[in-house]
Structure formats: C-alpha cells, structure tokens
C-alpha cells in the first residue's frame, strides 16, 4: 500500500487543478482525508479492539482504499472529489491501526527498533520508487491509467490479506 500511495502523493496537486480545482483546494481536500482519517482513528480505536481478526481490518481498509482509487480515475467534480476523500479517510482508519497492529504482534521487544527501522526503511524507499513510477507513467499514460493500476494493486492486496490464513499473520 505504501507503494500504491507514492504513486499519486507527490501529484494530487495537479490532479485537483485538472479536474477545476485550486491548490488552496488540493491542501483543502487533502486536509479533508487526514482529519477524517484521524477522527475516525480516534472513534474505531475502542471498537477495533473488540475485533478478533484484526487482519480482516486491514483487508478492508485495502478494498476501500481500492473503491477511492477506483472513484479517482472516474472524478468528475469536486464534490465527487470530497466525498472520495472522506471515503479514503475511513478507509485509512480502518486499515492504518489494523496494520500497526498486526505488524507489532510480530516484533519483539528486544529487536522492535531494529524491526520497526526496517519496515521504515523499505517504505521510504518504496515511496520513492513509486513517485519516480507514479511520475512517468502519469505523464506517459494518464492518471486514468494509474488511478485503475492503483485500484486493482489495492483490491488485490485486500484479497490476499483476507485469504491468508490467520496464523500466516
């Protein structure tokens, strides 16, 4: 998913003024995901712990983050685009906890710096890559293109997570 995301972070921007919007409106709907993301983090974090398969958790915050993707590459209006953003904001504060959480289970206490430095490290490198991928291939095919690419990679990563058997996570 950290991939997915870099694809289009560094080019949300552009994407808003392409489809009329300002980038006073890009930081506006943007500002709009993370305080939705984070509201409802704070609000799902009692609730999410009541939930035994946490991993079914992160399954559907990928599929939801696939339907944003998906919601994307069909904008056609900016209030298309909030409801798409408040949409990836509950989808982030159902899959983000879920993968901390599942990603502790499996650090231990002596190592966690290292194992948590680790998982940090592949990420920024795989955002990188994805912004330097994301880059081309929106200037080369379209944010269509990129938008379904996205879409499926996310729907995918669902689907493999809640098929995986549980003690594999």
Do not use: C
């Not at 930081?27 to 009541?50: D, E, H, Y």
């Not at 159902?94 to 948590?116: C, E, R």
């Not at 990129?146 to 809640?162: D, E, K, P, R, T």
């Amino acid at each position: 998913m950290v991939f997915v995301m870099g694809m289009i972070v560094p080019f949300y921007a552009i994407f808003v003024q392409k489809i009329g919007g300002s980038i006073a409106f890009a930081g506006l709907s943007w500002a709009i995901f993370s305080i939705v993301a984070g509201v409802m983090t704070l609000l799902f974090g009692s609730w999410q712990l009541k939930i035994k398969e946490q991993e079914l958790l992160l399954a559907l915050g990928y599929i939801i983050r696939g339907l944003v993707f998906l919601s994307y590459a069909f904008i056609g209006s900016i209030t298309q685009l909030i409801f798409t953003q408040i949409l990836w904001g509950i989808g982030a504060a159902l899959g983000m906890p879920a993968f901390d959480a599942v990603y502790s289970a499996h650090t231990n206490q002596k190592d966690s710096i290292v194992q948590w430095g680790k998982w940090e490290g592949i990420a920024a490198i795989a955002t990188g890559l994805a912004a330097i991928i994301g880059g081309i291939l929106i200037q080369e095919i379209g944010y269509f293109s990129v938008f379904i690419g996205m879409s499926v990679l996310s729907f995918l990563l669902g689907m493999y997570i809640w098929r995986l058997p549980r003690e594999t996570l």
